[in-house]
């Protein structure tokens, strides 16, 4: 079974800076494809930004720029950088993983003030 831990949300103010983590367990985390994605209440749930086994990443155009994505196979942990953030990044951030089948983890909230 794949656990998904997320950790660093908060509440941060408008041109702030965050870093999330998630911490991955039962799966083969150095062949898994990691990603963040986003929820606000009444929307569907949105990539963020991904990154692939082998370290390419692809973002939502809306964070281009401003976050960046990695990962560190020897600790099982993705990362998320997220800087210069605007009220609108606000939301429930959630890890994925997919190796075989997707997991998800249990979400972090983020909110940013103006």
């Known amino acids: 079974q794949v656990q998904l831990v997320e950790s660093g949300g908060g509440l941060v103010q408008a041109g702030g800076s965050l870093r999330l983590s998630c911490a991955a367990s039962g799966t083969i985390f150095r062949l898994s494809t990691m990603g963040w994605y986003r929820q606000v209440p009444g929307a569907q749930r949105e990539v963020v930004a991904l990154i692939s086994s082998g370290g390419i990443t692809n973002y939502a155009d809306s964070v281009e720029g401003r976050f960046t994505i990695s990962r560190d196979n020897t600790k099982n942990t993705v990362y998320l950088q997220m800087n210069s953030l605007k009220p609108e990044d606000t939301g429930v951030y959630y890890c994925?993983?997919?190796?075989?089948?997707?997991?998800w983890g249990q979400g972090t909230q983020v909110t940013v003030s103006s």
């Open positions: 994925y993983s997919r190796y075989t089948f997707t997991s």
